[in-house]
C-alpha cells in the first residue's frame, strides 16, 4: 500500500502514523518530557486574575445543586414517634465574599471563599402519634446562613485531559439561623427541629455544594481544553492535545504537558524525541506556550497535504506587484503577457515543506512552482520550479499576526517558455526570475498568509483576547510564545451559561 502512494504521501507517512508510545500518562513528567510536543505555564499573576473569575464558578456551582428531600424519625416522651422530612429545599439571596487562593507546591492549589451568604428555603414535613390519635402537618421554613468554603483541588490526568480532584472539600458556618413560617406553635416546632433541621441541612448543603463543585472543575477543565483543541484545528487538520503527564505545581506556576499531536485524514504524528526541559520557560509573564518543531513542521505538511499552500494572482493586481524595480530585465514574453490582458500567476509548493527553527527564526524548505498565462491561452508563457529556503519571524500585535521573511536560500530549478518549447538558460533570465521571488513572490505570499492566518485566528476567538506585549520566541527546536493577558468575560459567561445553564449578566 505504501509502494503505491504518491511521493508526496510517502513523505508524510514517513513522520504521520498511528499514535504511538505517547498515548499514555506518565507519572513522572521528566520521563514524558520527549513525548510532549506542547506545554502551557500558567504563572502566579495569571493565577491571580483567574482566580478572581473563580467566585463565579462557584456561586454557579451554589445555584445549581439539587438538593434530596430528606426523612427521618425521633421519639419523644409524652408524644410518641415523630416522623419529619425536607421538601423543596432552594436556595435564595446568594452573594459571595472574598476568594483568596495559593499553589501549594508538589501538592495542588488552596481556595479559600469567605462569608457566603445565603437563604435555604423549603419545607418541614411532619407528623406524629399520641391518645389524641395521629396529626401530620408542615411549615415552611426559612435558613439564613453565613458560610465559609475551603476547597483544595489537585490536578490530575483523568481521561487523557487535566481533571481536577476537588473531594478536599468543606464548609465552615457561623450562621445559621431557622425561622418557621405558618404555624400556631413555633416556638415549640422550633425548639423541636432546630438541632435536626440545622445538622441535617449542613450535611446537605456541604455534600451537594461540594459534588457540585467537583462537577463544574472538571467541565471547566474540560471546557478550556476542549476550546484549546477547536483553537488549534481547522477542517480535516486537527491537534490531539491530550496530556502526557500530570500538572506540576510549583510556588510560581502550573505547567501542564501535552501531546501535540497533528491529526490530518487517518493518520497522526508521532513525537518521542522532544527537546522539552522546563528551564526553557521562565516567570516573567503570565501565560507561556512552548511549541515543538515536532508540532509545526507536521502542522505544515498537513496544510501542504490539504491543499493550502497555493495562490492565484491576476489582473491589475499582478500588474501592479510588478511595478516594482527589480533592477533587471524582464525578459519580453514575460513583459508582454503582463502588459496584456488579464494575466494570470499561479504558484504553488510542490513538494512537502519541511520546518526547522533556531535562535534566528523557523527556517522553512520547499520546492516552489508556479505559472504565468496570458489572456485565455491553455497554455502558460511560463512555468517555473524553484527551491527556496526562508527564514520567518513572527509578531503579535493590534489583534494581527505579522510575519517577516527573510530568503536565505533561492535557486532555479527549472524554467521554460512552454509556447516556444525553450527552456530559460541565460543568466540575465534566470536573475530574473531570482529577483521577482525575493522581492514580489516571497512578500506577497507573506502578506497573504497574515491575512489568513489572522483571519483564522479571529474565527478560533484570539481578537477577544485582551493580549498584552506578546513575544514570539524562535528558539533550537522548538518555538516559546509568551504574554500577558486579561481572562476574556465573554468565555466565563459562555461556559456558564452553554455548559451550567445559569443565567449569567454579560
Known amino acids: 500500500m505504501l509502494c503505491g502512494a504518491s511521493p508526496q504521501l510517502r ?10 508510545a505517547s ?4 507519572q513522572d513528567p521528566a520521563s514524558a518530557y520527549r513525548f510532549t510536543g506542547t506545554v502551557c505555564r500558567l504563572t502566579y499573576p495569571a493565577a491571580v486574575v483567574l482566580n478572581e473569575k473563580t467566585t463565579k464558578v462557584i456561586e454557579a456551582a451554589f445555584q445549581h445543586a439539587r438538593y434530596p428531600s430528606m426523612k427521618g424519625e425521633k421519639s419523644l416522651a409524652f408524644i410518641g414517634t415523630i416522623k419529619y422530612g425536607l421538601d423543596n429545599l432552594e436556595i435564595h439571596n446568594l452573594s459571595i465574599g472574598q476568594s483568596e487562593f495559593e499553589l501549594r507546591p508538589g501538592v495542588g492549589i488552596g481556595l479559600l ?3 457566603v451568604s445565603a437563604v435555604f428555603r423549603g419545607t418541614i414535613l411532619y407528623g ?19 458560610i465559609d468554603l475551603g476547597i483544595n483541588p489537585k490536578l490530575y490526568c483523568g481521561q487523557g485531559k487535566v481533571a481536577a480532584d476537588t473531594s478536599d472539600c468543606y464548609l465552615e458556618f457561623h450562621k445559621l439561623t431557622l425561622h418557621l413560617q405558618g404555624d400556631k406553635e413555633p416556638n415549640f416546632l422550633k425548639r423541636l427541629f432546630t438541632d435536626f433541621v440545622t445538622f441535617t441541612v449542613k450535611m446537605a448543603i456541604k455534600g451537594q455544594i461540594c459534588k457540585e463543585i467537583n462537577k463544574a472543575a472538571n467541565i471547566l477543565a474540560d471546557f478550556i481544553q476542549d476550546t484549546a483543541e477547536r483553537f488549534l484545528s481547522d477542517g480535516d487538520i486537527r491537534v490531539d492535545i491530550g496530556v502526557t503527564a500530570p500538572p506540576v505545581i510549583t510556588a510560581n506556576y502550573i505547567e501542564s504537558y501535552h501531546k501535540g499531536l497533528i491529526k490530518y485524514n487517518n493518520l497522526t504524528a508521532i513525537i518521542n524525541d522532544s527537546v522539552f526541559d522546563p528551564s526553557q520557560l521562565t516567570e516573567n509573564k503570565m501565560l507561556y506556550f512552548w511549541l515543538s518543531d515536532q508540532v509545526l513542521d507536521p502542522l505544515l505538511v498537513a496544510a501542504h497535504q490539504d491543499g493550502r499552500s497555493q495562490l492565484n494572482i491576476s489582473g491589475s493586481e499582478l500588474t501592479e506587484l510588478f511595478r516594482v524595480n527589480l533592477r533587471t530585465a524582464v525578459p519580453d514574453d514575460i513583459k ?7 494575466p494570470e500567476l499561479r504558484v504553488w509548493s510542490s513538494s512537502v515543506p519541511q520546518l526547522k527553527t533556531t535562535t534566528s527564526g523557523t527556517t522553512v524548505s520547499v520546492q516552489a512552482s508556479g505559472s504565468l498565462y496570458c489572456g485565455n491561452t491553455v497554455t502558460p508563457t511560463l512555468n517555473f520550479d524553484m527551491a527556496l529556503a526562508v527564514v520567518v519571524t513572527a509578531s503579535y500585535g493590534d489583534k494581527r499576526l505579522s510575519l517577516h521573511a527573510k530568503p536565505a536560500e533561492i535557486s532555479v530549478v527549472h524554467a521554460e517558455l512552454p509556447l516556444q518549447n525553450q527552456q ?6 534566470l536573475q530574473f526570475l531570482k529577483k521577482a521571488v525575493r522581492k514580489i513572490g516571497i512578500p506577497k505570499v507573506m502578506s497573504v498568509l497574515e491575512v489568513v492566518l489572522t483571519r483564522l485566528m479571529d474565527k478560533q476567538g484570539t481578537n477577544l483576547f485582551d493580549i498584552y506585549d506578546p513575544q514570539v520566541l524562535p528558539q533550537e527546536g522548538f518555538t516559546v510564545i509568551a504574554m ?3 481572562f476574556p468575560h465573554h468565555l466565563l459567561v459562555e461556559f456558564l451559561r452553554k455548559t451550567l445553564q445559569e443565567p449569567v449578566n454579560a
Not at 23 to 26: A, N, P, V
Open 128 to 146: 406524629y402519634g399520641s391518645w389524641l390519635g395521629e396529626v401530620g402537618s408542615s411549615v415552611d421554613f426559612e435558613i439564613v446562613s453565613q
Open 113 to 115: 471563599i469567605s462569608n
Open 23 to 26: 498515548s499514555g500518562c506518565l
Open 11 to 20: 513523505s508524510l507517512l514517513l513522520i504521520l502514523s498511528v499514535i504511538g
Open 336 to 342: 508582454s503577457c503582463l502588459e496584456g490582458s488579464t
Open 484 to 486: 500577558d493577558f486579561g
Open 424 to 429: 530559460l538558460q541565460d543568466e540575465a533570465q
